[in-house]
């Protein structure tokens, strides 16, 4: 039996849903091991043994897979944005389909033998609308940089499985290479004024977080930076400069949070230039256009272009049509709402943040829509009224990864709506949350579809259509 420090060869024959590659031994034995790719014949070594698995770190690759592609950034491997980027983008595909029919199976319990392949995305690299940089007085250094001084001011992404650690980012393939001059100018502009960075061990500290949102369909381009307190006259000369070396950004802010977490949310804004927002537009499945108004704090899809897809596939799912009442809860700034508008009776839309819910209301009247309605509420209080849903006949979800609370499943496995359409980015708590909801035996998964939203990570868009049992053909 195998045990901790143990030097093995192995066969990887699949992916685990955090992109490990999976191996057995000759008993059976499961093994997950990081940087390895189907088809590798790689040795290993077992860093961590439990009773029923162990996890290994790649020593040596025997013989690659045929599978394995060049890595376009040079920050692979380290960085934790694109994890399985040198994997090719058809297997990637296939691994993530598996996943989402693993989760329905293993976690949820339902017997689905085949599922639809998943649907790759429009573009594979320079397709995110949205990056998000963190400052860090605690720089992870390269192998090749090892023997370098550390200087203590990062800016850039998280290193896997590190709390503080972050790795300088000097060329990202996800947003653009508009983004990525932003990004160097704004790392070299504080650095040479030696502006402290926030630390999380001190509490103390100015620089946080450089946000970058780009529309796709439009020529808009925001630059919000979060700090612990707004300097008028430190932000006034970035903001110049800005402005000065990169005149396509359109609207710049200063954000500040001085909340001991680490999260990239401002308390206050302060609008250096421009509107203080963007605008994006998104096609339905007729190619009509929408504007939708995003405010630094809103959420988007993050692939603008993929994101027209996974709209699309939700609206064939849910076969809206006119006579139909529809609830959007978890609704953002009212995408979904407002695509679907054209097509059935009347919307309401449901967010917990009131700037999500009041961007709706803007991104409503922009495309003079008047069948939205707009509520701000806690979801669980919401369905906790009977009332709020009486009259509506189907239901469009799309909730954060953490998925639902208990209590909403249990009131959803209760309710008559002819269809709901739940969308997650979350295989694991969908498959978690269907089951529950699936648990009175009133609905049951008519079509999956998972959607590629972020090629060359481990992580899965996935739309599943629930049919009430006594509405459905067959039932």
């Given at each position: 039996m195998i045990k901790k420090g143990d030097l093995i060869t192995v066969e990887v024959t699949s992916l685990n849903s955090e992109g490990k590659g999976i191996s057995k031994t000759?008993?059976?034995?499961?093994?997950?091991?990081?940087?390895?790719?189907?088809?590798?014949?790689?040795?290993?070594?077992?860093?961590?043994?439990?009773?029923?698995?162990?996890?290994?770190?790649?020593?040596?690759?025997?013989?690659?897979?045929?599978?394995?592609?060049?890595?376009?950034?040079?920050?692979?491997?380290?960085?934790?944005?694109?994890?399985?980027?040198?994997?090719?983008?058809?297997?990637?595909?296939?691994?993530?389909?598996?996943?989402?029919?693993?989760?329905?199976?293993?976690?949820?319990?339902?017997?689905?033998?085949?599922?639809?392949?998943?649907?790759?995305?429009?573009?594979?690299?320079?397709?995110?609308?949205?990056?998000?940089?963190?400052?860090?007085?605690?720089?992870?250094?390269?192998?090749?940089?090892?023997?370098?001084?550390?200087?203590?001011?990062?800016?850039?992404?998280?290193?896997?499985?590190?709390?503080?650690?972050?790795?300088?980012?000097?060329?990202?393939?996800?947003?653009?290479?508009?983004?990525?001059?932003?990004?160097?100018?704004?790392?070299?502009?504080?650095?040479?004024?030696?502006?402290?960075?926030?630390?999380?061990?001190?509490?103390?500290?100015?620089?946080?977080?450089?946000?970058?949102?780009?529309?796709?369909?439009?020529?808009?381009?925001?630059?919000?930076?979060?700090?612990?307190?707004?300097?008028?006259?430190?932000?006034?000369?970035?903001?110049?400069?800005?402005?000065?070396?990169?005149?396509?950004?359109?609207?710049?802010?200063?954000?500040?949070?001085?909340?001991?977490?680490?999260?990239?949310?401002?308390?206050?804004?302060?609008?250096?230039?421009?509107?203080?927002?963007?605008?994006?537009?998104?096609?339905?499945?007729?190619?009509?256009?929408?504007?939708?108004?995003?405010?630094?704090q809103s959420f988007f899809q993050t692939n603008t272009l993929q994101a027209e897809n996974l709209f699309r596939v939700m609206t064939e799912f849910g076969e809206f049509g006119k006579e139909d009442n529809v609830l959007d809860l978890y609704c953002g700034t009212g995408s979904v709402s407002i695509i679907l508008s054209e097509s059935v009776n009347k919307v309401k839309g449901v967010e917990l943040i009131q700037d999500s819910i009041n961007d709706a209301k803007i991104n409503s009247d922009l495309n003079s829509i008047t069948n939205c309605e707009y509520i701000c509420s806690d979801i669980k209080d919401f369905l906790e009224n009977p009332e709020s849903i009486s009259g509506y006949n189907k239901l469009v979800l799309d909730p954060p990864r953490s998925g639902l609370h208990p209590k909403i499943c249990e009131i959803l496995s209760e309710t008559e709506f002819e269809k709901i359409i739940y969308v997650s980015c979350n295989p694991h708590t969908q498959a978690r949350d269907l089951k529950m909801i699936c648990s009175r035996d009133k609905y049951k998964i008519e079509k999956i579809q998972p959607v590629d939203m972020f090629p060359h990570t481990y992580h899965i868009e996935n739309i599943v259509s629930l049919v009430r049992k006594d509405t459905s053909q067959d039932s």
């Amino acid at each position: 039996m195998i045990k901790k420090g143990d030097l093995i060869t192995v066969e990887v024959t699949s992916l685990n849903s955090e992109g490990k590659g999976i191996s057995k031994t000759d008993e059976g034995f499961v093994i997950f091991s990081e940087k390895t790719l189907p088809g590798d014949t790689a040795q290993i070594r077992i860093k961590k043994k439990k009773s029923n698995y162990a996890e290994a770190v790649l020593v040596e690759l025997v013989k690659p897979s045929e599978f394995r592609t060049a890595a376009r950034c040079s920050h692979f491997g380290v960085c934790g944005g694109c994890k399985i980027q040198n994997y090719s983008y058809d297997k990637q595909l296939e691994f993530k389909t598996v996943v989402v029919q693993d989760a329905l199976q293993r976690i949820g319990g339902f017997d689905i033998p085949e599922i639809l392949p998943a649907l790759g995305s429009t573009e594979v690299f320079y397709y995110r609308n949205k990056m998000e940089y963190s400052f860090s007085d605690d720089e992870w250094l390269d192998a090749k940089d090892i023997d370098n001084e550390k200087d203590n001011y990062a800016l850039g992404l998280h290193v896997p499985g590190f709390h503080s650690k972050i790795i300088n980012i000097e060329n990202c393939f996800l947003q653009s290479e508009l983004s990525n001059k932003i990004l160097n100018f704004t790392y070299n502009f504080f650095k040479e004024k030696k502006v402290s960075v926030y630390s999380t061990k001190t509490q103390s500290g100015m620089l946080r977080f450089l946000i970058i949102r780009q529309s796709k369909n439009t020529n808009d381009l925001m630059v919000n930076l979060i700090t612990f307190e707004h300097d008028e006259k430190l932000m006034t000369e970035y903001s110049a400069r800005l402005k000065e070396l990169f005149p396509e950004i359109t609207t710049i802010i200063n954000s500040t949070t001085q909340k001991k977490a680490q999260v990239a949310f401002g308390e206050n804004e302060y609008i250096l230039h421009g509107k203080g927002f963007i605008t994006e537009i998104l096609k339905d499945s007729t190619g009509k256009e929408f504007s939708f108004k995003i405010s630094p704090q809103s959420f988007f899809q993050t692939n603008t272009l993929q994101a027209e897809n996974l709209f699309r596939v939700m609206t064939e799912f849910g076969e809206f049509g006119k006579e139909d009442n529809v609830l959007d809860l978890y609704c953002g700034t009212g995408s979904v709402s407002i695509i679907l508008s054209e097509s059935v009776n009347k919307v309401k839309g449901v967010e917990l943040i009131q700037d999500s819910i009041n961007d709706a209301k803007i991104n409503s009247d922009l495309n003079s829509i008047t069948n939205c309605e707009y509520i701000c509420s806690d979801i669980k209080d919401f369905l906790e009224n009977p009332e709020s849903i009486s009259g509506y006949n189907k239901l469009v979800l799309d909730p954060p990864r953490s998925g639902l609370h208990p209590k909403i499943c249990e009131i959803l496995s209760e309710t008559e709506f002819e269809k709901i359409i739940y969308v997650s980015c979350n295989p694991h708590t969908q498959a978690r949350d269907l089951k529950m909801i699936c648990s009175r035996d009133k609905y049951k998964i008519e079509k999956i579809q998972p959607v590629d939203m972020f090629p060359h990570t481990y992580h899965i868009e996935n739309i599943v259509s629930l049919v009430r049992k006594d509405t459905s053909q067959d039932s």
